[in-house]
């Protein structure tokens, strides 16, 4: 089954320690990107990659980095949370960047994240 | 750049009701793509269509169907006899072919939130 896997699901922590919210897809797909979801917002990119070792910034790249050492993984880290990273976040892989045909994007389930 | 306009922040309807959703957009790519989201009270992202720019024939699918009008910029979501599994946030989003220089694009709108009452 095509999926995209995201941990952890639910995560309260404190100002200023570093986390990291894990995503993995077992579609083999080139391209993965991070989004965050904010009411009155909608979803607003925060990093994609085009493949292994290639990553670049998104709408809202502050305080967060990420790193595309296997095909398969695509971590977020935030090395220094802060309230306003409050939020739900999501992973994304498609086996190409566009929406051209056969590009179906795939979403995790999100990860809600509260900074306190 | 791309734009993705959801109107209505948030509609109610009676159960068994149809209800659509605005969705308009802007963009100066000749050839783009045009998606439905659903996001229900669980949080997931569930997909529910893309739509070529060149395709618009409008497509039906149970009591959801989709109406694209390239001259109005519209891509709009019907439901029809409205059930309470319905209610969710419901996003429209766009994006851009592969432009060949790393930058890739899919915008969202801010989504419209749907309550079916029983």
């Known amino acids: 089954e095509a999926q995209v896997t995201q941990n952890p699901r639910y995560l309260i922590t404190v100002t200023g320690k570093k986390l990291t919210v894990t995503c993995s897809q077992n579609?083999?797909?080139?391209?993965m990107s991070w989004y965050r979801q904010d009411p009155g917002l909608g979803l607003r990119q925060i990093y994609y990659s085009m493949n292994v070792e290639v990553t670049d910034k998104g709408d809202v790249p502050e305080g967060y980095k990420v790193s595309r050492k296997e095909k398969r993984n695509f971590p977020l880290i935030l090395e220094s949370p802060s309230p306003n990273q409050t939020s739900l976040y999501f992973c994304a892989s498609s086996l190409g960047p566009g929406g051209d045909s056969g590009n179906t994007i795939y979403f995790g389930e999100g990860s809600w994240l509260t900074v306190v | 750049a791309q734009k993705v306009t959801q109107a209505q922040t948030e509609i109610s309807v009676v159960e068994k009701e149809d209800v659509t959703l605005d969705c308009v957009y802007e963009t100066r790519d000749t050839t783009y793509y045009l998606f439905w989201y659903k996001q229900p009270p669980s949080g997931e992202l569930v997909f529910l269509i893309r739509?070529?720019?060149?395709?618009?024939q409008n497509e039906i699918s149970g009591r959801y169907s989709w109406n694209f009008q390239k001259s109005t910029s519209s891509f709009n979501f019907t439901i029809t006899a409205s059930q309470v599994v319905d209610s969710a946030v419901y996003f429209c989003?766009?994006?851009?072919?592969?432009?060949?220089?790393?930058?890739?694009?899919?915008?969202f709108g801010k989504g419209t939130k749907l309550s079916v009452i029983p």
């Open positions: 579609m083999n797909h080139e391209y």
């Open positions: 739509r070529n720019s060149f395709d618009e």
């Open positions: 989003a766009l994006s851009g072919p592969y432009s060949g220089a790393g930058s890739y694009q899919l915008t």
